[in-house]
C-alpha cells in the first residue's frame, strides 16, 4: 500500500493539534456595555456639575440584594459571574470560581467576593440620586440589565470605597477601557451629573480603548 505524504503530516501533526492549550480566564462581562465610539458619544452627553452633598445619605434608602424568583441579586451575579458555579436549592454558591478584573486575581470562595456597585451608592446620591424615589434607587441598587454590578475581590472593593474614577481605577490598566465604559454607560442611563475631572479620568480612559 502507497502511504500518501499528506496522510503522514497529518498523522505527524495530531499530537500537536490535540494538545490543550491554557486558555486565560476570561473577565465576566455584565451586560450592556456600549461600544467605544457610544461611550464617548454618551459622555459628551453627561452633565458636568459640582459635586452634591453627602447630607441624609443612608446605604439603607438604596435597598438591595433583593430576591427575585427565589435568588437575591447577589447570588444572581455570583451564578452570572462565575465559572462552573454550583448553588444550593437556596441559591447560595457552594462552589465555582470568580475572577476579578480589577486586580485579575481569581478565588473560589464566594466569601472572597463582593458585588460591587460600579457606580457606588454613595456616588450616586451626591449626583443625582438624592432625588429619586425608593423605587428608582431599589432597581439603580440591583440592576442586571445594565453594566452596573460585577462580582470583585471583596479588599479591592473596600478599597474603591465610594471613589469615582477620577480618584480610583481598577490596578489592571488593561480594564481601563471597559471600566469607562461601564460608568458612563451607567450614569447615562440614570441620568448621574459627572464633574470635570471625573469627565477627564473617563476619557483618558476611554482613550486606552
Same mark, same amino acid.
Given at each position: 500500500?502507497?502511504?500518501?505524504?499528506?496522510?503522514?503530516?497529518?498523522?505527524?501533526?495530531?499530537?500537536?493539534?490535540?494538545? #490543550?492549550?491554557?486558555?486565560?480566564?476570561?473577565?465576566?462581562?455584565?451586560?450592556?456595555?456600549?461600544? &467605544? &465610539?457610544?461611550?464617548? /458619544?454618551?459622555?459628551?452627553? !453627561?452633565?458636568?456639575?459640582?459635586?452634591?452633598?453627602?447630607?441624609?445619605?443612608?446605604?439603607?434608602?438604596?435597598? *438591595?440584594?433583593?430576591?427575585?424568583?427565589?435568588?437575591?441579586?447577589?447570588? /444572581?451575579?455570583?451564578?452570572?459571574?462565575?465559572?462552573?458555579?454550583?448553588?444550593?436549592?437556596?441559591?447560595?454558591?457552594?462552589?465555582?470560581?470568580?475572577?476579578?478584573?480589577?486586580?485579575? %486575581?481569581?478565588?473560589?470562595?464566594? /466569601?472572597?467576593?463582593?458585588?460591587? *456597585?460600579?457606580?457606588?451608592? /454613595?456616588?450616586?446620591?451626591?449626583?443625582?440620586?438624592?432625588?429619586?424615589?425608593? %423605587?428608582?434607587?431599589?432597581?439603580? #441598587?440591583?440592576? !442586571?440589565?445594565?453594566?452596573?454590578? !460585577?462580582?470583585?475581590?471583596?479588599?479591592?472593593?473596600?478599597?474603591?470605597?465610594?471613589?469615582?474614577?477620577?480618584?480610583?481605577?481598577?490596578?489592571?490598566? &488593561?480594564? *481601563?477601557?471597559?471600566?469607562?465604559?461601564?460608568?458612563?454607560?451607567?450614569? &447615562?442611563?440614570?441620568?448621574?451629573?459627572?464633574?470635570?475631572?471625573?469627565?477627564? #479620568?473617563?476619557?483618558?480612559?476611554?482613550?486606552?480603548?
Amino acid at each position: 500500500m502507497i502511504i500518501s505524504p499528506v496522510w503522514v503530516v497529518a498523522f505527524a501533526l495530531q499530537p500537536l493539534l490535540s494538545t #490543550a492549550v491554557p486558555v486565560p480566564e476570561p473577565a465576566p462581562s455584565p451586560p450592556g456595555i456600549p461600544s &467605544s &465610539s457610544t461611550a464617548k /458619544s454618551e459622555l459628551a452627553g !453627561l452633565t458636568v456639575a459640582a459635586q452634591g452633598s453627602q447630607d441624609g445619605y443612608d446605604r439603607d434608602k438604596f435597598p *438591595h440584594w433583593i430576591t427575585t424568583n427565589g435568588c437575591t441579586t447577589r447570588e /444572581s451575579v455570583l451564578k452570572r459571574d462565575g465559572v462552573n458555579v454550583v448553588t444550593s436549592s437556596s441559591c447560595a454558591a457552594t462552589s465555582g470560581s470568580w475572577y476579578s478584573p480589577y486586580d485579575g %486575581a481569581t478565588w473560589t470562595a464566594a /466569601s472572597d467576593v463582593d458585588i460591587d *456597585h460600579l457606580v457606588p451608592l /454613595s456616588n450616586a446620591w451626591k449626583f443625582g440620586a438624592s432625588s429619586w424615589t425608593t %423605587a428608582d434607587r431599589t432597581a439603580f #441598587a440591583n440592576d !442586571l440589565v445594565n453594566p452596573q454590578l !460585577l462580582a470583585v475581590t471583596d479588599s479591592v472593593n473596600s478599597q474603591k470605597s465610594d471613589d469615582g474614577p477620577e480618584v480610583w481605577k481598577p490596578s489592571l490598566t &488593561s480594564y *481601563h477601557c471597559t471600566y469607562a465604559k461601564m460608568w458612563v454607560k451607567v450614569k &447615562s442611563v440614570y441620568k448621574l451629573t459627572i464633574t470635570s475631572a471625573e469627565k477627564v #479620568a473617563l476619557t483618558d480612559m476611554l482613550n486606552t480603548c
